[in-house]
């Protein structure tokens, strides 16, 4: 009898949690169909409140966050849209729309920073592991594992040789993929977890040469530029731009992507 009650149980909470979830889904995608409406009628306001509502409640996504960027480059908030582009960039790397639009919002920033020029292996091997997000290359990992698989397959159960020599090879082939997938996965994911850039929010910032409000001011920076983010002290950050200048500024003063 207790069997049979604990089964019932384990069941109807299986239902519930279940059940709970497509709630959820269904919920946030209405949200998300609301934020969209509001955009296409021009109501970029609300419509930025509508996407900032859904990622309140957790739903991350890089659509929403490039859609929010598009609500504040209407409203011509240059310096969120560009952080916002920026956040659906580090979800998919390869979001052409953000990426565009992440151009043109940089066109209306004060500051033009010149980057001083990346080894050609760097830059190659930052197009690699940008070209899918985190979940496209997880789901490469499981379509090579299992290519692997069957290769495997096939090279035990080939009567002949070159059959089974192409069992081997495939299988040989789609393992070292599989294995590279879940490398750039697993980097894509520490990424996501890195606090690596933030975003000037305020019209005009004053770097300084300490995490020190009495230090000297050595640079001014403008709202919507990007900075590395090398150190944090407190509530100071120490950043450095493309060309190499460094210095400190309040943690207030920007957002992190």
């Known amino acids: 009898m207790k069997v049979v009650l604990l089964k019932q149980f384990t069941f109807l909470l299986f239902t519930a949690l279940t059940l709970g979830l497509f709630a959820s889904e269904d919920f946030a995608k209405e949200k998300l ?38 609500s504040y480059y209407q409203l011509n908030q240059i310096a969120p849209a560009i952080l916002h582009y920026e956040k659906a960039l580090k979800l998919n790397p390869s979001h052409e729309d953000a990426a ?30 940008n070209l899918f997000g985190m979940d496209t290359w997880a789901k490469w990992v499981v379509v090579f594992f299992f290519i692997a698989l069957m290769g495997l397959l096939i090279y035990w159960i080939g009567t002949k040789l070159s059959l089974r020599k192409i ?3 495939t299988f040989l082939t789609a393992f070292v993929l599989a294995l590279f997938s879940w490398l750039m996965a697993d980097r894509q994911k520490s990424k996501l977890n890195r606090i690596d850039y ?17 230090s000297s001011k050595l640079f001014v920076l403008h709202e919507g530029t990007k900075v590395k983010v090398e150190e944090v ?25």
């Open 100 to 129: 565009f639009n992440l151009i043109l919002a940089n066109e209306k920033t004060i500051d033009k920073i010149e980057a001083i020029p990346e080894l050609f292996i760097y830059r190659w091997w930052k197009s690699i592991y």
């Open 33 to 70: 169909n609301q934020a969209n409406e509001l955009y296409e009628k021009g109501e970029y306001s609300e419509a930025s409140k509508a996407y900032k509502s859904l990622l309140a409640d957790g739903y991350f996504s890089a659509d929403v966050h490039y859609n929010l960027g598009n």
């Open 167 to 169: 069992g081997f090879y």
């Open 233 to 257: 002290d407190e509530d100071w950050m120490n950043v450095s731009l493309p060309n190499g200048n460094k210095g400190w500024v309040k943690m207030e003063k920007l957002e992190v992507i």
């Open 198 to 214: 933030a975003i000037i929010m305020e019209p005009t910032v004053n770097i300084n040469s300490s995490p020190s409000a009495g």
